[in-house]
């Protein structure tokens, strides 16, 4: 598949390769155990232009294509799932890339590109996940501000960062269900605004997720992104091209569970001989490397599209699904070949086998994403 890629982004893969494996393992076991955002880490991966790599230049970002991101993604996945949370760090951006106005686009994007602010979107509530069309939270027009109230759940970076991107009810009285909501961008440090972070997750613990609770906040008119009562599709939109990173990030974790098996199944004796010259391992190795190329050839395909203006929803959910079932049986398969020592935690394996059950989760559960080719095959 590296084939396929151009001088310039092997280089990219190159880097991010190297600087994932200098960095993240001193630190990844302590980081989980502590449930610690790296801020270190991810204002040096910054600067190195890891971290929303789509920044346009004109927005001091590296201003790369989404086959960028997922090369980056991988690489960092491959190593360490936790620290590789601080790409999240620009997470929201997209959108403002996406719509929002000059001045938004100035005031936002070269801090997260320089590594001096932290970013969120926070669309999922208590009672509204999947249902994104659900989302209760209201923004009422008063004078030049809206007033919001209401609760988010789950929102990544939801106690470090410095502003987000929130999906809000503002039309309730529109007839069409979806044409009900806008975006808007919410400080961090607007009154009214409380975070409480999500402690004992499964996963990913050194990602920061909070509940974020919004009591009568107010922000000013301007902070409208994108158009009044788009705001749900704007989100979709969104997810179009953020899916696709999520996919490289189970691409890389089921290839770091592979490298992990590998190395222990050619370490480990039993019965006399290496575990690795069982045929019972060999097809589970196979069965794993073949699983991997699928994904790799989704996730690139469905970025390839992206960067040459062909927005694939049906491709994206694809990948996106594949990605997170092939992580999470790639990393269960990669613990079974460690046998009680990966149980017991002595090999990071363990942590990736906790941290790939979100790649089937969040920005879409897997059967969200089944629904979503479900409903393009139906309709073509
Ligand atoms: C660590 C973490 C980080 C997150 N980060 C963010 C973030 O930054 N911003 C944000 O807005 N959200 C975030 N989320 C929220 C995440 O996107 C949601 O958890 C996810 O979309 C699922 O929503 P839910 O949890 O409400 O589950 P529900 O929607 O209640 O679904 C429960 C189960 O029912 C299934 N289901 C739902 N509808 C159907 C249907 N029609 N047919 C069949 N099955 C169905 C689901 O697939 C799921 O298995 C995060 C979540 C986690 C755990």
Redesign the pocket.
């Known amino acids: 598949m590296d084939m396929l890629l151009t001088d310039e982004q092997k280089e990219i893969q190159k880097a991010a390769r190297k600087f994932a494996q200098n960095e993240f393992p001193p630190l990844a076991e302590e980081l989980d155990r502590e449930e610690r955002f790296p801020l270190e880490l991810w204002k040096k991966a910054c600067q190195l232009g890891f971290v929303g790599p789509w920044i346009e230049e004109q927005y001091g970002g590296p201003g790369l294509g989404v086959m960028e991101a997922v090369l980056i993604t991988e690489e960092f996945w491959r190593v360490d799932p936790g620290c590789s949370t601080i790409l ?1 760090g620009a ?1 929201g951006s997209q959108m403002i890339q996406l719509y929002g106005t000059e001045e938004q686009k100035r005031a936002c994007l070269p801090p997260l590109a320089a590594g001096e602010k932290i970013s ?5 509530e208590p009672n ?4 994104v069309a659900g989302v209760r939270t209201r923004a009422v027009e008063e004078g030049d501000e809206f007033v919001i109230n209401g609760t ?7 106690t470090i960062a410095d502003f987000f991107v929130v999906l809000c009810q503002t039309e309730p009285e529109a007839e069409k269900r979806h044409s009900r909501f806008s975006v808007l961008l919410v400080e961090a440090d607007r009154p009214g605004l409380t975070r409480r972070k999500i402690r004992n ?1 499964l996963g ?1 613990r050194a ?1 920061d ?1 909070a509940e974020l609770i919004f009591e009568d906040v107010r922000v000013p008119k301007e902070n409208l992104v994108g158009d009044r009562g788009r705001g749900f599709y704007q989100f979709m939109h969104f997810f179009d091209v953020t899916r696709i990173p999520v996919a490289a990030q189970g691409l890389g974790l089921a290839q770091g569970a592979l490298d992990r098996a590998l190395r222990y199944a050619r370490e480990r004796e039993v019965f006399g001989s290496s575990l690795a010259s069982f045929q019972a391992t060999q097809f589970k190795l196979a069965e794993m490397a073949t699983m991997v190329e699928a994904v790799r050839g989704l996730v690139r395909q469905a970025a390839w599209k992206l960067d040459h203006g062909e927005v694939d929803t049906r491709l994206i959910a694809m990948a996106k699904w594949l990605a997170g079932q092939v992580a999470v049986r790639a990393a269960d398969e990669a613990l079974q070949i460690h046998g009680g020592y990966g149980f017991i935690g002595e090999y990071d394996i363990s942590r990736f086998y906790r941290d790939a059950k ?1 790649v089937e ?8 994403e089944k ?1 979503i080719v479900a409903r393009h095959l139906l309709k073509g």
Request: aromatic share 10%; net charge neutral; charged share 20%.
């Open positions: 999240a997470f969120g979107a926070a669309i999922t509204a996940g999947s249902d988010k759940m789950f929102i990544t970076n939801g997750k990913i990602s997720t979100i989760i969040y920005e879409g559960t897997k059967e969200v629904l």
